[in-house]
């Protein structure tokens, strides 16, 4: 159990570590938990809605791929103009010494609708919103009410972070072994220490039981009085509690020590004998894209190009363009001479081919459009787009030349080989190439939610926005432009009479690998010494440092005039994203 802010804590916790998320935040302007920095006393419910999206945006990190996050979330309605709310007889904890105002767009008395409205920001963030769960209780709390029907019902929603995830429906079957249904009876139960509303263990059993196994971590982001880490060691499961008010902790803390010692001891063993968790999204994201390759450049994709084209006209080429002893020598290997030699019907019927022959060389694909390296900058969109432009199409048979030569050399200095020393050979080079390229997804994903994160500086004094570029004029009447793009990645430039005049480079390094972080860095001087050439004063590096010496890879881009945390700009939180939006607002004139 951890006592802090949830968003702080989550940020030190390893991506992929638990198994499902069992919790129920605190309510828009239903209860007032006297403690600095809690939820649910928003003006706004947006507000409090954006709050906990940021909070479960870190959940879904912390989540394995197969994970699952079960939401309990109550509805308010508006205060009618009222600031506090007296105790109630049958209900003394809704006292309220104050209360949000009715927000802009609602009426007094409205139900806000709050359960639902966060369900679909969770789902527009990036979650799967898989069931809405009705937790009827039957024991319901009376209401003062004369003019609605008294409620007696809550939203729980399940939500994964996967199209597939782990649930076993056998765990908790219903009558006769029916699938369990979408509405649970289940009483409310009060815990004696807690003067605040808490979960029945029957509830959080089910989720529990459900989306995780024996052995695995379950979290709680709200933890209260500890219900959810009660019922996950009773299930023989770790738990993680984060609780911002040290006087829940320690009620939590007594609860779980009343389960005995043989619990305590079984739960330390499990977690103190757990490994690290070995994320699973890169090799899955690799295997995906070697599934591509091999539909377009490895050896599946050659043979269909070669029954497309026809052996003559290949044989026909083979005996123009490659020297006679090489071919003989792949033919006295039982190997066709496509398997190491490119020719132009092939490359003309299947341009991704040409990925095919580079990587036989050991080329990666950024070496081949390198002008600095080799220079083969069409033929590289050419395999990538599939399409050899009308351009350069009359210098491919000169193009399958220059590849020939180095591959005739490899034959011979190869002298035995057979059809698998060819794919291991292709395989070597294709590894690196789909690592980088995961990287540059990566890369784009963070500079999109950095640029949308800035965005939100600015959209309010938008006059044109489009999807990478916003035009925003201040109150003091300055005008700037604020652009995505690839070098800097996001830029600011002001807009005076004569153009643009550039104020503000971003380098965004959204990677998470600590070794290669330096490297990162490295890249982010270089483009930043481009940028002063350029004439940004201000040039920005956002990059994952968590676990790092901050202070070496500060020195490690001099031309860095700031340094900020990707994932607290990414999230909107923390101290490096105040820190950022203050600057921000500061170099266009407008107060933070």
């Known amino acids: 159990m951890v006592t802090g802010d949830a968003l702080d804590v989550l940020a030190g916790i390893p991506s992929g570590l638990v198994r499902t998320v069992v919790t129920s935040p605190p309510y828009w302007s239903l209860r007032d938990y006297s403690t600095p920095g809690q939820l649910g006393l928003e003006d706004d419910p947006d507000e409090y809605v954006a709050s906990l999206v940021r909070i479960f945006d870190e959940v879904r990190r912390v989540l394995t791929k197969d994970g699952s996050l079960w939401l309990n979330i109550g509805d308010s309605y508006t205060s009618g103009g009222r600031t506090w709310r007296a105790p109630d007889k049958k209900n003394p904890i809704r006292v309220m010494t104050t209360r949000p105002p009715t927000p802009k767009g609602l009426k007094p008395k409205e139900l806000v609708g709050i359960p639902w409205r966060l369900a679909f920001a969770l789902q527009a963030s990036g979650w799967y919103l898989r069931s809405d769960v009705i937790w009827r209780k039957p024991n319901a709390m009376p209401e003062s009410v004369r003019d609605r029907p008294t409620r007696s019902h809550e939203y729980l929603f399940l939500l994964t972070k996967s199209e597939r995830y782990h649930y076993d429906r056998t765990a908790v079957p ?192 950024k070496d081949f459009g390198d002008a600095n390296k080799l220079g083969y900058g069409p033929w590289k969109n050419a ?156 040039r920005w590096t956002i990059m994952v440092m968590r676990g790092l010496d901050r202070q070496r890879l500060s020195e490690e881009t001099p031309s860095s005039t700031r340094l900020f945390e990707a994932t607290n700009v990414m999230s909107q939180t923390g101290a490096d994203w105040d820190s950022l939006r203050r600057g921000f607002l500061e170099i266009i004139g407008e107060s933070s």
């Not at 004696?192 to 695995?216: M, Q």
Request: glycine share 8%.
């Open 383 to 538: 395999e990538e787009s599939g399409v050899i432009s009308a351009r350069i199409l009359p210098d491919l048979p000169r193009f399958c030349e220059a590849f020939i030569k180095p591959l005739a050399d490899l034959v011979f200095a190869m002298d035995v080989f057979d059809d698998r020393d060819l794919s291991d050979l292709t395989l070597l080079t294709l590894g690196p190439t789909l690592q980088g390229a995961r990287n540059n997804v990566i890369g784009r994903v963070a500079s999109k939610k950095v640029f949308a994160a800035i965005r939100t500086l600015v959209s309010r004094y938008a006059t044109f926005d489009s999807k990478r570029l916003v035009r925003f004029e201040t109150p003091a009447g300055r005008s700037f432009a604020l652009v995505e793009g690839t070098d800097p990645d996001v830029r600011l430039d002001a807009t005076v009479s004569g153009g643009e005049m550039p104020i503000i480079a971003i380098e965004i390094k959204g990677g998470e690998d600590a070794s290669n972080a330096h490297n990162r860095a490295g890249e982010a001087e270089k483009s930043h010494l481009k940028a002063r050439q350029q004439g940004f004063d201000h």
């Open 174 to 365: 219903e009558v006769n072994g029916r699938n369990l249904r979408t509405v649970w009876d289940i009483n409310t139960q009060a815990f004696p220490e807690a003067h605040f509303a808490t979960f029945p263990p029957g509830l959080v059993d089910r989720c529990i039981r459900t989306t995780s196994e024996p052995g695995d971590i379950v979290l709680d982001p709200f933890l209260g009085s500890g219900t959810v880490a009660e019922v996950a060691i009773q299930n023989r499961r770790a738990f993680i509690g984060i609780e911002l008010n040290p006087e829940y902790v320690e009620i939590a803390r007594q609860r779980i020590s009343r389960l005995g010692g043989g619990w305590i001891n079984g739960w330390k063993k499990l977690t103190d004998l757990r490994f690290a968790p070995i994320p699973s999204d890169k090799p899955i994201d690799l295997y995906e894209a070697l599934i591509s390759a091999r539909r377009l450049q490895l050896q599946p994709a050659l043979g269909r190009a070669v029954s497309g084209v026809g052996a003559t006209t290949i044989d026909e080429e083979f005996r123009r363009l490659v020297p006679a002893d090489a071919l003989d020598h792949v033919a006295s290997l039982g190997l066709r001479g496509e398997r190491v030699f490119p020719v132009p019907s092939i490359l003309e019927h299947a341009p991704p081919l040409i990925g095919y022959y580079r990587m036989l060389l050991g080329i990666s694909k």
